[in-house]
């Protein structure tokens, strides 16, 4: 029997230390707390990694401090397109949906792609008719609007600019969502769900949903979760990229983030961090940025949250 592993994150980036006071710091690590002991409940009793993936993103997706599901960003359009992706790295399948609208948990509609169709990745009309037909929750405008958001959105629209990041234009930060564990069965599972960027150009779809791209699982080497600068994560193939400096060269997974997120990306002029879990439950959180809000179980069991 394996030994169990979670790890989470919230985005990566710019995290301004003068406006993270600390009732704010407190909002984002209980958030990530609670999110994180959704998945690690399941796992100690026994379940699945891909249940405990899809729980802890789907508290992070309910929770409006993040840029998923409830709390996603504006488009350039004034509306919210979700983009999710779920992979088993015990059966390599994978699921995933972008340009998804009204979905309250994108990240439950990629994993019935994943299960209940012969295909891996639905957009825009398609996954929202999957959706209905699936009869997975279905939310209105008025649930995603948070007048935060929208404030960041007008500021962006002003500027005539994509913002990469969902706090003040002073600030850098991808607030994107992901988990990644190993369950006792020894099974690997990853899963990523974002609203992308603010004032994204309608269409639009990041790294995120994109296996081997943004998620990627294989119970031979590790289960990654990126966030970052989608565009500069699909051209580098970040997740999958790790995933084959392991099978291919035997690097540690440690060793293989590091080459991956602060070496070619950083050469690469690309943002951001990976959160990933190889088989013996190591959790290894790696960016390039100031920081990255983060979760996970320490070897010891203990749940450890942090920034910075
Ligand atoms: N990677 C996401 C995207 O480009 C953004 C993020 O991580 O916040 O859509």
């Not at 939310?139 to 706090?167: I, K, P």
Request: aromatic share 8%; with cysteine; hydrophobic share 40%.
């Amino acid at each position: 029997m394996s030994k169990i592993g979670i790890a989470i994150h919230g985005g990566a980036g710019t995290i301004a230390k003068n406006l993270l006071t600390p009732e704010k710091e407190k909002a984002y690590r209980d958030a990530l707390l609670t999110a994180i002991q959704q998945g690690e409940a399941i796992l100690t009793k026994g379940g699945s990694s891909l249940d405990a993936v899809e729980a802890s993103i789907q508290a992070l997706e309910n929770c409006p401090l993040f840029n998923a599901g409830k709390g996603a960003v504006f488009n350039a359009a004034g509306s919210h397109e979700l983009d999710a992706s779920i992979m088993c790295g015990h059966t390599k399948m994978a699921g995933a949906i972008g340009n998804a609208t009204g979905i309250k948990n994108p990240i439950s509609l990629a994993r019935l792609v994943m299960e209940k169709t012969e295909h891996v990745y639905l957009s825009g009309p398609g996954a929202n008719a999957f959706a209905e037909k699936m009869q997975v929750e279905l939310m209105d405008e008025s649930y995603f609007y948070d007048e935060f958001r929208y404030q960041q959105w007008q500021q962006a629209l002003a500027e005539g600019r994509v913002q990469l990041d969902h706090a003040g234009l002073d600030e850098k930060k991808f607030g994107t969502v992901g988990a990644v564990a190993l369950d006792k069965n020894g099974y690997l599972a990853a899963g990523t769900s974002t609203g992308g960027m603010t004032n994204k150009q309608f269409g639009r779809v990041g790294d995120s949903p994109i296996i081997g791209a943004g998620t990627y699982a294989n119970d031979t080497t590790c289960a990654l979760s990126c966030t970052g600068h989608g565009e500069y994560f699909i051209r580098a193939v970040v997740a999958y990229d790790i995933h084959c400096l392991m099978a291919y060269k035997g690097l540690s997974l440690a060793a293989a983030c590091d080459e991956v997120v602060k070496n070619k990306l950083v050469n690469q002029g690309g943002e951001g961090g990976v959160i990933g879990m190889d088989q013996t439950g190591n959790a290894v959180l790696c960016f390039n940025t100031e920081g990255m809000y983060r979760a996970w179980l320490t070897p010891d069991g203990i749940l450890q949250t942090a920034i910075n």
